[in-house]
């Protein structure tokens, strides 16, 4: 986290407010910086997918509420395309929703060139359906705003999964421009904000739905004055404490992830990734004569961090990237090395929490496991 960030935490965990003031202000920011209708702070993106497939399950309904994640008596089918499943989506069915699964997989079973239709998931539409699950990726197909307006004119809502899709750091707006009701991002990967941290923005009912059911409800209906975006004309009486009240966020993780979203969005870490591109050449040229080659990947949206890829020689090596890449882990300090391209013989460095210091570390780790002598 960068300082600014650090120091609005211990300034928030300072004063007293109260935590449905806090995520009122916060649906504000995130509507502005998302052009969302509203916004929610939450444990991270995972946390959000459950919290927002919760708020489209119950929407204002007390009853729902309470029952959830038991769902038999109520729509509570999502529709996925098979070619989008992926271990993220437990967060979805957690919440009580059965995923239906649409088209297939062909380009990785080898067996055809198609990818998922946009008639597959409309065939799919019944009485038993209550969302879309959609994950975001910059290939993915069909186009979200085909799902989504093909979703809308069977008033089904679409919740879209962008976790680790930013940067660009335009996706914050361009998704909800697709008109998704619902888009989960992570709070902890690029935008820097606290490690358990997300964010949930989109329609203003499901995100007021989604914080009625993360709240405290310890309170009299009577005195209740709830926060924007919840619409108290919607309810009959004050809920119970609901699904979401586990993934509870602090005013801490609030107030540094908005530090964190204005950095981000302000001038996206450029110094930092300039500074960062220059340790990884440094890296470079201390493995000049080792066993391997080195690839520096600058990312062609000028945003993402650079990272390095360094090809091993296994044969003159003698060893198999697994192997260094294990090593590296059980050395003092662990280092951990992206494991992607493993398989290529290839260790990837990312530099997001290099100094100079860690660097010089990093080579001279990087330069004994490729001696002879090893
Ligand atoms: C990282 C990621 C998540 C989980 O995000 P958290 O903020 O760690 O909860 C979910 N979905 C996808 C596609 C991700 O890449």
Redesign the pocket.
């Known amino acids: 986290m960068p300082a600014e960030v650090l120091e609005a935490y211990t300034l928030a965990a300072r004063e007293c407010v109260a935590l449905d003031q806090v995520q009122s202000l916060a649906s504000r920011v995130l509507g502005e910086v998302t052009g969302a209708e509203a916004g929610l702070v939450t444990t ?4 959000a997918l459950t919290l927002g497939t919760a708020a489209i399950l119950a929407r204002y309904d007390l009853r729902r509420m309470e029952k959830l994640p038991f769902t038999e008596d109520f729509a509570h089918d999502f529709l996925v395309a098979r070619e989008q499943r ?1 271990g ?1 989506d437990h967060a979805v069915r957690a919440a009580g929703a059965r995923l239906v699964e649409v088209g297939f997989h062909e380009l990785v079973a080898g067996s055809g060139v198609r990818r998922v239709e946009t008639w597959e998931y409309e065939s799919a539409m019944g009485p038993t359906v209550a969302g879309i699950l959609y ?1 975001y990726d910059p290939d993915s197909q069909p186009p979200l705003q085909e799902v989504v307006a093909m979703a809308h004119a069977h008033q089904i809502p679409v919740l879209v ?1 962008a ?2 899709e930013l940067p660009p750091r335009e996706n914050l707006r361009r998704l909800t421009a697709t008109g998704a009701d619902l888009i989960a991002f ?4 690029a935008i820097r904000g606290p490690q358990g941290t ?1 964010i949930l923005c989109g329609k203003k009912e499901l995100i007021g739905s989604a914080l009625l059911q993360m709240l405290d409800m310890d309170d009299h209906f009577c005195l209740w004055d709830p926060p924007e975006p919840i619409d108290r004309s919607r309810l009959r009486g004050l809920p119970r404490q609901g699904i979401g009240r586990g993934f509870k966020v602090s005013k801490e993780q609030i107030l540094s992830l908005l530090t964190a979203l204005k950095l981000f969005v302000c001038e996206g870490y450029r110094e930092e990734r300039i500074s960062k591109e220059k340790l990884l050449q440094q890296v470079t040229a201390r493995l000049r004569t080792s066993p391997c080659r080195c690839h520096l990947e600058v990312p062609a949206d000028g945003e993402s961090m650079p990272t390095l890829q360094v090809q091993l020689d296994e044969v003159r090596l003698g060893r198999s990237a697994w192997e260094v890449c294990a090593s590296l882990r059980r050395g003092t300090p662990a280092i951990h090395v992206g494991q992607a391209l493993l398989a290529k013989g290839t260790l990837v460095i990312h530099p997001l929490h290099l100094d100079e210091e860690s660097t010089r570390l990093l080579a001279d780790r990087l330069l004994e496991e490729m001696s002879t002598s090893h």
Do not use: T
């Open positions: 991270g993106a995972c946390a992926n993220y994950v999964d976790a680790g992570s709070g902890g990967k997300g």
